[in-house]
């Protein structure tokens, strides 16, 4: 089974249950509560795959490690 497939999947399935629960209040922005939702924990599991190793996670991910290292700042990963 396709992975990214999978993960479509579940973030289609929380919205569409994200909107069902509004009961008809204005949504926050979605766009940045989703990436926040996605965006942590991909980096603890990159991060814990590559063994704590941002240089390889930043491989992984394909991004500079500077910008991993930003990352797990904001999101006090480290």
């Known amino acids: 089974m ?3 497939n999978d993960i479509s999947a ?6 569409k249950t994200y909107f069902e629960d509004l009961d008809g209040e204005m949504p ?3 766009y940045d509560m989703v990436l926040k939702s996605v965006e942590r924990p ?3 599991v990159v ?6 190793n ?3 996670a930043s491989e992984m991910l394909g991004i500079n ?3 991993l290292r930003k990352k797990l700042v904001e999101y006090q990963l480290v």
């Not at 579940?10 to 919205?15: D, E, N």
């Not at 991060?47 to 704590?52: D, P, Q």
Request: contains cysteine; positive net charge; aromatic residues 4%.
């Open 10 to 15: 579940c973030i289609y399935g929380a919205l």
């Open 54 to 56: 941002q240089t390889l």
């Open 47 to 52: 991060l814990n795959h590559a063994g704590g």
């Open 2 to 4: 396709n992975k990214t």
């Open 28 to 30: 926050t922005p979605i």
């Open 42 to 44: 991909m980096l603890e």
């Open 65 to 67: 490690r500077n910008t």
